[in-house]
C-alpha cells in the first residue's frame, strides 16, 4: 500500500502545513545531530584533573595514519568473512540435507529431524557456539563456523521445505511419471525450483549469518570487532575507543549494506522475471481457453489442500 | 545431571535475569518499534526519512557491536548505569527496528480498498489508521511480532559477554568449574532457553494458521 492512499492529496493549506512540519522536524533531527555532536566533542574532564581532548579531536583519530592499523583492520574483516563464507556453504548444504530429512516420507526420519531443527532454532547461537567451543575443544574458528552453520542451516532448511510444499503437485507427479526415482525428482525437479523461490528469504538469512560472525568477540574468535575493539583499542589505549567504534561501525554498515542491497535486488529482480513470466502465460488468447485454464487453476488450488501458502 | 539440580538456585537466578531482560527490553522494543513504524506511514517526508535510516542503520549493525557501545563506550562518555540497564537500552535499540518492520508489513498487508473505501468515507489519516487499518493489521501482526521476541530471547544471551549475569553467564561458569559435565550444563541452559523459545513458537504458529484463514 502506497503511503498517500492514508491521506488526501494534500491541498495548499496542507501541504503548506506538512511543509512545515516537514522543515520543523529536519531541523529538530539536526539540533538532536548537533548536540550529539557538542557533546561527543566537547572536551572532557577526568579524574585526575587532566582534560581529555573531544571525541573528534585530532589526537584521537591519529592512529589511522598508520598504515599498519589499516592491515590489522584488513585482516579482522578477512577473518569475518571468511568464517562467514564457510559457515555460509555448511549452511547451504545443512539446509538442503535437513530440507529432504523433513520431508522425507518415513516417520520414523521426519521426527527426530523435526526434533533436532526445533532444539536447534529454540536455542540461543552463542550458547551453540560455547556448546562446540567446550564440549568438542574445537578452537574458536570451528565453534562459530558449526555453530553458525548449523544454525542458519536449520532456518534456510525450513524454507526450503515451505519452497517444496508450495510447488505445484504436478512437478513432482511429473518426474515420477518420467521414471526418474524419488530421490532423482527432489533433487533435480523439485529443488532447483524451490531454491529459485527462496532465494531472497536465503540471501537475507545470509546477511544475518554476516551479523552473527560478531559473536566470535565473545568466544574468542579473532574477527573484526575482536581485532578492533580488543586488540587494537587495548595496544594503543582506550584514547582510541571511540575511533575504533567509529570505524568498525562503518565497516561492519558497508558489508551489511552491500550485502541487502544484493538481497533487495535479488529479491525484485526474481519477482519480477516470475511475475512477468506468468503475465506473460496468462495473456488470454482465447477467453474460453482462459477460463478453463481458471477453473482448472481454482480446482487444483482447493485439491492441494494448501490454502494457507497460497 | 547432578551438576543441574545442584545448581538449580543459580540456573534460576540467571533464568530470572534473562526474563528481566527479555520483559523490559521487549517493552521498550515495542514502544521504539511502535514510533518508528507510525513515523515511517506519516505524512511527514522527514519523518519517514529519519525512520527510514533509523531502521536500516540498526538493523544492519551487529547485536554485538551494539551491546559494546552500551556496556563500553557509554561508560567511557561518562555515562553511569547498571551493566544489566545498558544490556536492555542495547537490546531495545537493536529489536526495536524489527518491531517496527513486523508492523509496517502487517499495515501494508492490509488490502488497499480498505484504506480507500476509509478515505471515501471522509476518515482523515488517524481515523484511517485508528479504526480502519490498525485493527485488521493487528492480527496479522501478532504471529511476525511474536517471532521477533523469540528472537529477542535468543538474543539476551548476548549480554552474557557484557558483564550481565543471565543464563549464559551461568552456563559459562558453571562449565568452567564442572569441567567433567560441561554437556550437561549447557544443556541445562539450552533447555531453559526453549522452555521461553519453544512454546512462543507453538503459539505463533497457531495464531497464524488460524488467523491467515479467517482472512
Given at each position: 500500500m502506497s503511503g498517500s492512499v492514508l491521506f488526501d492529496a494534500p491541498g495548499p493549506k496542507a501541504r503548506r502545513l506538512s511543509l512545515i512540519l516537514s522543515i520543523v522536524v529536519g531541523i529538530l533531527i539536526l539540533a538532536g545531530l548537533y548536540w550529539l555532536y557538542t557533546i561527543l566533542a566537547a572536551p572532557r574532564p577526568s579524574s585526575g584533573g587532566i582534560t581529555l581532548p573531544g571525541m573528534f579531536d585530532p589526537s584521537r583519530w591519529d592512529v589511522f595514519a598508520n598504515p599498519d592499523v589499516w592491515t590489522f583492520i584488513w585482516g579482522g574483516v578477512v577473518r569475518t568473512l571468511q568464517a562467514a563464507a564457510a559457515a555460509a556453504v555448511l549452511a547451504l548444504i545443512l539446509g538442503v540435507v535437513f530440507a529432504l530429512l523433513r520431508t522425507a516420507k518415513s516417520a520414523w526420519i521426519r521426527t527426530p529431524t523435526t526434533v533436532i531443527l526445533e532444539f536447534v532454532r529454540g536455542m540461543p547461537v552463542l550458547l551453540m557456539m560455547l556448546f562446540i567451543l567446550l564440549?568438542?575443544?574445537?578452537g574458536a574458528y570451528w565453534a562459530v563456523v558449526l555453530a553458525l552453520g548449523l544454525y542458519n542451516g536449520a532456518i534456510i532448511g525450513e524454507a526450503l521445505r515451505a519452497g517444496l510444499a508450495s510447488l505445484p503437485r504436478g512437478q513432482r507427479e511429473a518426474g515420477l511419471s518420467l521414471g526418474l526415482r524419488e530421490l532423482q525428482t527432489r533433487m533435480l525437479i523439485e529443488f532447483p525450483q524451490a531454491f529459485r523461490q527462496m532465494l531472497p528469504i536465503i540471501v537475507a538469512q545470509l546477511v544475518v549469518l554476516l551479523k552473527d560472525t560478531s559473536l566470535g568477540y565473545i568466544v574468542g574468535y579473532p574477527e573484526l570487532i575482536r581485532s578492533t575493539m580488543n586488540n587494537l583499542a587495548s595496544f594503543y589505549g582506550n584514547r582510541y575507543l571511540f575511533s575504533f567504534f567509529a570505524v568498525t561501525l562503518v565497516i561492519y554498515l558497508i558489508m551489511n549494506l552491500t550485502l541487502s542491497w544484493v538481497a533487495r535486488w535479488l529479491s525484485k529482480h526474481t519477482d519480477s522475471a516470475r511475475r512477468g513470466g506468468k503475465a506473460g502465460k496468462e495473456v488470454p488468447v482465447d477467453p474460453a481457453l482462459a477460463i478453463a485454464q481458471a477453473s482448472a487453476a481454482a480446482r487444483q488450488s482447493e485439491a492441494g489442500g494448501n490454502p494457507g501458502a497460497r | 545431571m547432578d551438576v543441574i539440580f545442584d545448581n538449580l538456585p543459580r540456573y534460576l537466578a540467571g533464568f530470572s535475569m534473562t526474563l528481566q531482560l527479555l520483559v523490559v527490553a521487549g517493552i521498550a522494543a515495542l514502544i521504539i518499534g511502535t514510533i518508528i513504524a507510525t513515523m515511517r506511514i506519516s505524512p511527514v517526508p522527514s519523518l519517514r526519512g529519519f525512520a527510514a535510516v533509523y531502521t536500516e542503520l540498526v538493523r544492519n549493525t551487529p547485536l554485538t557491536l551494539v551491546l559494546f557501545f552500551c556496556a563500553l563506550i557509554l561508560p567511557y562518555l561518562g555515562v553511569r548505569l547498571e551493566y544489566s540497564v545498558f544490556a536492555m537500552i542495547g537490546l531495545s535499540v537493536y529489536t526495536s527496528p524489527f518491531v517496527a518492520e513486523a508492523l509496517r508489513s502487517g499495515i501494508n498487508g492490509v488490502p488497499i480498498g480498505q484504506a480507500e473505501a476509509a478515505r471515501s468515507l471522509g476518515l482523515g489519516f488517524g481515523q484511517t489508521v485508528g479504526y480502519v487499518v490498525f485493527p485488521q493489521a493487528f492480527r496479522m501482526v501478532i504471529p511476525p511480532l511474536i517471532n521477533v521476541f523469540i528472537a529477542l530471547t535468543k538474543n539476551t544471551?548476548?549480554?552474557?559477554?557484557?558483564f550481565v549475569v543471565e543464563l549464559f553467564t551461568i552456563g559459562k561458569e558453571l562449565a568452567n568449574a564442572n569441567g567433567n559435565a560441561v554437556i550437561a550444563v549447557l544443556l541445562g541452559v539450552a533447555t531453559f532457553y526453549l522452555l521461553i523459545t519453544i512454546p512462543l513458537g507453538i503459539f505463533a504458529a497457531r495464531l497464524e494458521k488460524k488467523w491467515v484463514v479467517a482472512r
Open positions: 564440549g568438542f575443544s574445537s | 544471551s548476548v549480554a552474557g559477554g557484557f
